[in-house]
């Protein structure tokens, strides 16, 4: 059976299909692969993998003071308990280490879906295409370690805020 060659207007139907997920699968591999292979210690993110430690250690009961950590915190002022609390149930299937990263990099994955899920509530196509540039391209440049960009999560470590961000563009668009 003789193959077709695709026309250049099929070839850039299909680019301009897909170049979503072609610049997602791009993006992903190109920022979380060095992520997986280093060993996670980055300023902050010490302190959740702590955090989510200490809570292990101490389960089932819920433990709210954290002496060992500086002079003595409390446990969820500072790291707020969701991202622990699902590191160590998924550290009971993959090991802690490897639920650590994985809760992180599911984070960082659900991003782009959270954020075209929002712009698909917004009714005007427009304002949405328009919104979903804007963050997409923020989310990826920025150098503020305001949370759910990839400096914040990856280099920075506040992780909290980048599991709870497809939470909060889920319900906003719902």
């Not at 170049?19 to 060095?34: K, S």
């Not at 923020?138 to 990856?154: A, C, D, R």
Request: glycine share 4%; with cysteine; proline share 5%.
């Amino acid at each position: 059976m003789k193959q077709k060659i695709p026309t250049k207007k099929e070839l850039f139907a299909f680019l301009k299909n897909n170049l979503w997920t072609i610049l997602f699968t791009l993006l992903f591999f190109c920022l979380t692969i060095p992520f997986i292979t280093s060993n996670a210690d980055h300023w902050d993110m010490v302190g959740h993998k702590f955090s989510a430690e200490l809570q292990k250690e101490m389960a089932p009961n819920i433990y709210f003071f954290n002496p060992y950590f500086f002079t003595g915190v409390d446990e969820f002022t500072s790291y707020p308990p969701l991202f622990g609390w699902l590191v160590i149930l998924f550290s009971y299937i993959l090991g802690f280490t490897v639920a650590f990263k994985f809760i992180i990099i599911l984070s960082w994955i659900s991003l782009p879906f959270a954020y075209t899920y929002y712009a698909r509530s917004i009714q005007n196509k427009r304002q949405a295409t328009i919104a979903l540039a804007i963050i997409s391209v923020y989310l990826i440049t920025t150098i503020q370690h305001i949370g759910t960009t990839y400096i914040s999560t990856f280099l920075v470590g506040n992780l909290a805020n980048a599991l709870a961000m497809p939470f909060f563009l889920m319900t906003i668009g719902a």
